[in-house]
């Protein structure tokens, strides 16, 4: 949907979810959410994880559903994101696969997972962890 053209969904009847990604922004996020069920949440958007909790907080006040997204990034700018994943309904997380270089033993895609290499980042004082598979919604 062009920005500034949402009011066009207002009298549409479907089960299909509108979820809304440019056109959510801090300033409009009342104004906008009558006309979507879903928002798309962008840390590179709202301005890193504190802001983009603030903004998780309101939605499920509002009682949206979240798409945790991204822009093309690296694995590496994808990992703070992975830390708000558990409070959203939907993850869009694929930035890195369509880089043609990444990180090496970045993250990895397979069947609509996501993987974070054991051996790419320490996520705790005591070292690497185990892989983090299971613990992410499947992407689809």
């Known amino acids: 949907m062009k920005y500034g053209l949402d009011y066009k969904l207002k009298n549409i009847k479907t089960k299909i979810l509108f979820c809304a990604d440019e056109s959510f922004h801090i300033k409009n996020k009342n104004k906008i959410l009558k006309y979507y069920q879903v928002i798309n949440l962008k840390l590179d958007k ?50 890195a696969y369509f880089l043609k270089k990444d990180f090496k033993n970045g993250i990895t895609y397979k069947d609509s997972n996501l993987f974070l290499n054991k051996n790419f980042i320490s996520l705790n004082k005591k070292g690497p962890q185990e892989n983090l598979e299971g613990l992410f919604k499947k992407i689809s």
């Open 46 to 95: 709202f301005g890193g994880l504190s802001k983009s909790l603030e903004i998780i907080k309101f939605l499920k006040r509002k009682n949206k559903k979240i798409l945790l997204g991204c822009m093309v990034s690296s694995s590496l700018s994808i990992i703070p994101a992975l830390s708000l994943a558990k409070y959203c309904d939907f993850l869009d997380l694929d930035g």
